[in-house]
């Protein structure tokens, strides 16, 4: 809701938007704004306690030492987060590929526009058209099979990186 109150037509930035011609909510921009405003918790989730317990020891030697910012976070911080990066990310698919509630919002169900998916399936199902929303299911639970693996194989190599 706070998407449609922000960027919604009445709203505060409303008038702006529209004298620009920038649409946000009924359209792509405000489904990946909702999506990832969902989603992105979940590679916060992982990163936090990964960066928390190795410090800022090493980031601050590399300053010290010469490196840029950049250099910091591609030679050093990268490297030491990377598998609590992948599994957020494989976390955030996950919800992504499933995301109903605050997509429902902002997309308008516009159909070949601004549909996802999970929408799909319930116009389809709310048509009486139950062997299309059970296919499109059955393509979401494809992905969802194909999410666990990768959180599977990442887990694995997770424990063997962190192995002595």
Do not use: D
């Amino acid at each position: 809701m706070v998407f449609v109150l922000l960027f919604g037509a009445q709203s505060w930035f409303g008038p702006w938007l529209v004298a620009h011609g920038v649409k946000v909510v009924f359209a792509v921009p405000g489904i990946l704004l909702a999506t990832l405003f969902v989603t992105v918790p979940f590679v916060a989730r992982e990163l936090i306690p990964v960066m928390q317990e190795q410090g800022p020891q090493e980031e601050e030697a590399a300053l010290a030492l010469g490196a840029s910012g950049w250099q910091v976070f591609q030679r050093v911080t990268l490297p030491n987060v990377r598998w609590a990066l992948w599994y957020g990310v494989v976390l955030l698919n996950a919800r992504a590929i499933g995301e109903f509630g605050a997509v429902s919002v902002v997309s308008g169900h516009i159909r070949g526009q601004t549909n996802t998916a999970p929408l799909h399936v319930e116009i389809l199902y709310n048509e009486y058209n139950f062997a299309a929303a059970f296919s499109v299911a059955s393509v979401l639970a494809a992905m969802a099979l194909a999410t666990l693996t990768a959180k599977a194989i990442l887990e694995r190599k997770r424990m063997g990186a962190s192995a002595p």
